[in-house]
């Protein structure tokens, strides 16, 4: 993560290979258990995501985003 808190693929890359404090940002649940979730709905997958994710500093639950979706993606394209 960058100094303002969003990620940043240079210092992903100067961290390969050398000790680094990375962040996971989960978004989906496609697997539990050896039950395939994908045909359940998007929500519903990301409320068993967070069900099973306890409060830790290395992974992080990605927020839902509903509408706008083409501006969203314009905006992490940047």
């Known amino acids: 993560m960058g100094e303002n808190g969003a990620s940043h693929f240079k210092l992903l890359q100067n961290a390969l290979g ?8 989960a978004f989906d649940l496609m697997f539990l258990d050896g039950e ?3 045909k359940l709905p998007l929500l519903e997958r990301k409320k068993q995501l967070k069900a099973i ?9 990605s927020n839902h985003r509903k509408g706008s979706g083409k501006m969203f993606f314009a905006e992490a394209e940047r």
Request: charged share 25%; aromatic share 4%.
């Open 18 to 25: 050398n000790e680094a404090k990375l962040l996971y940002c």
């Open 36 to 38: 395939d979730l994908r």
């Open 53 to 61: 994710l306890s409060p830790n500093k290395l992974i992080a639950l």
